[in-house]
């Protein structure tokens, strides 16, 4: 459900924006969240008619943000997209359907594009950038102008990329990763500088380029 970035919207909301906060979640077991009763998807239907709810996804997995997106697309419901109010973005961002950026510190700068449902915490985006959709960019993430994130990939924590660099689909880079050449899909940038393991889509392993 994302609990701790639930915590974050919630403190930067009134009174009236908490009173009309639902969590919906079908895996956990404790159905009770900061005094908030934790509902299934399908309880969620039964009580709210599609034209009264709005829907953010706060898990930070770009693969299960993905599958989310598309069960409440299906089922006729809309998402929503939330900016944090002490975040900065240039007027000239767009910001696609069910995207959320969260936390003080986060950065967008001019003509960047967040697509769908893309999750960004505290970080930098630079001018030009482009992340695609069902994105996370994790804590104090850097991106220099005109890099491209493609869909459902994984920027880890304090890394950065440098200007221009394109990281393809479903694709990792891992924490503290300093980037400086392109990342093919599938493939898992490491270390600095990083280094590029792509998978063989036979068997599954990784191996170094």
Avoid: Q, W
Wanted: aromatic share 8%; glycine share 10%.
């Amino acid at each position: 459900m994302g609990k701790s970035l639930f915590s974050i919207i919630y403190s930067k909301a009134d009174s009236e924006e908490r009173e009309n906060f639902v969590l919906v979640d079908d895996v956990v077991e404790d159905r009770e969240f900061m005094g908030y009763s934790i509902i299934t998807f399908e309880e969620m239907k039964e009580l709210y008619s599609n034209d009264k709810i709005e829907l953010i996804t706060l898990n930070g997995d770009p693969h299960v943000r993905k599958i989310l997106f598309d069960k409440i697309i299906n089922n006729g419901y809309r998402m929503g997209t939330y900016v944090d109010s002490d975040a900065f973005i240039d007027e000239t961002v767009t910001i696609g359907e069910g995207s959320a950026l969260i936390c003080e510190g986060v950065y967008v700068l001019l003509d960047a594009k967040i697509g769908k449902n893309s999750l960004v915490y505290n970080s930098n985006v630079g001018h030009h950038v482009t992340v695609k959709d069902h994105c996370t960019l994790s804590s104090r993430v850097v991106i220099a102008g005109y890099c491209e994130i493609g869909d459902e990939s994984y920027i880890g924590a304090n890394a950065s990329l440098s200007d221009g660099i394109k990281v393809g689909d479903r694709s990792i880079v891992t924490i503290g990763a300093a980037l400086f050449k392109n990342v093919p899909d599938e493939s898992i940038a490491i270390g600095s500088p990083a280094k590029r393991l792509k998978r063989d889509i036979n068997t599954g392993m990784f191996s170094g380029h």
